[in-house]
């Protein structure tokens, strides 16, 4: 499976941006689904997560009820919407998928990963 993240940019705080990490490959749609980030000299963080349904997710804390998480199995796309960003928001933004119905939020533990896309918030 590989995955291509996308959507990122330059935006200002209060402003809204949706990420998509697009799967090639089989077993998509079976996979936990999740993004994480990095920001300047620091270390990858979880952001959010999807079960392989889509029936759950979970969030971090400092962007609960900000962003949301889902996916589109049929067209194997997984989606970052992202409001109300602010400028602690700012990092490389990274899809993950787990080749296992295990749902985590230790980037360690996740088999495949995007590129990543640049999300800056300007304040």
């Known amino acids: 499976v590989q995955l291509q993240a996308s959507g990122g940019g330059l935006v200002q705080a209060g402003d809204s941006l949706r990420l998509s990490c697009a799967a090639s490959?089989?077993?998509?749609?079976?996979?936990?689904m999740a993004w994480f980030r990095q920001g300047p000299g620091g270390e990858r963080e979880f952001v959010a997560l999807?079960?392989?349904?889509?029936?759950?997710?979970a969030y971090d804390d400092s962007v609960e009820g900000r962003f949301t998480i889902s996916r589109d199995n049929a067209k194997n796309t997984v989606y970052l919407q992202m409001n109300s960003v602010k400028p602690e928001d700012t990092a490389i933004y990274y899809c993950?998928?787990?080749?296992?119905?295990?749902?985590?939020?230790?980037?360690?533990?996740?088999?495949?990963w995007g590129q990543g896309t640049q999300v800056t918030v300007s304040s």
């Open positions: 993950a998928g787990k080749a296992a119905p295990i749902v985590t939020t230790t980037p360690g533990l996740y088999d495949y």
């Open positions: 490959g089989r077993g998509f749609s079976n996979y936990p």
């Open positions: 999807i079960t392989w349904s889509g029936g759950s997710t």
